[in-house]
């Protein structure tokens, strides 16, 4: 999978096929920000790049646990946290980096690729680089598209 890419997404398994693909790229300590409106197709991807990884789990929206921890599959592939960050910083008292902060993934890093929707402009101080991926839906349609970078 290159550095950098765009692709057309006409279905769901599309999305998936995608995330698996980008997931032969990934290792434990890698940050991948996803970026995309609501149904634009963030946690179908992220379950596309749990299959890749080999993890252990149903992926599904940590939208109300706000992070998700899945096992690694096997002795050599790493984990996987799905950390949905919309909702951090709100009604707490606490900036949203401080509430990133104070799920120590840091610590995960060392052991798993941890994915943040809706992290852009505070995921990235998780690590020296990231991969951006962008999520855009067609309006009136089921087809995305998706752009992805390694940044930093």
């Known amino acids: 999978m290159p550095v950098e890419g765009e692709a057309v997404l006409s279905t769901a398994e599309d999305t998936e096929l995608l995330g698996e693909r980008l997931a032969a790229e990934l290792e434990a300590g890698d940050v991948v920000v996803l970026d995309g409106p609501l149904g634009a197709g963030k946690t179908t991807l992220t379950k596309g790049l749990a299959r890749g990884l080999g993890v252990l789990g149903r992926v599904s929206s940590p939208t109300f646990m706000i992070a998700r921890t899945h096992r690694a599959g096997g002795d050599t592939g790493p984990g996987l ?41 505070i995921a990235e101080a998780l690590a020296d680089r990231h991969l951006l991926i962008r999520l855009r839906r067609e309006p009136e349609s089921d087809v995305r598209t998706a752009t992805w970078q390694w940044i930093g």
């Open 81 to 121: 946290v799905h950390v949905d960050a919309y909702r951090l910083g709100l009604g707490t008292g606490a900036s949203a980096m401080d509430e990133l902060d104070a799920l120590d993934l840091d610590t995960e890093l060392e052991d798993s690729v941890v994915v943040v929707e809706w992290g852009e402009g």
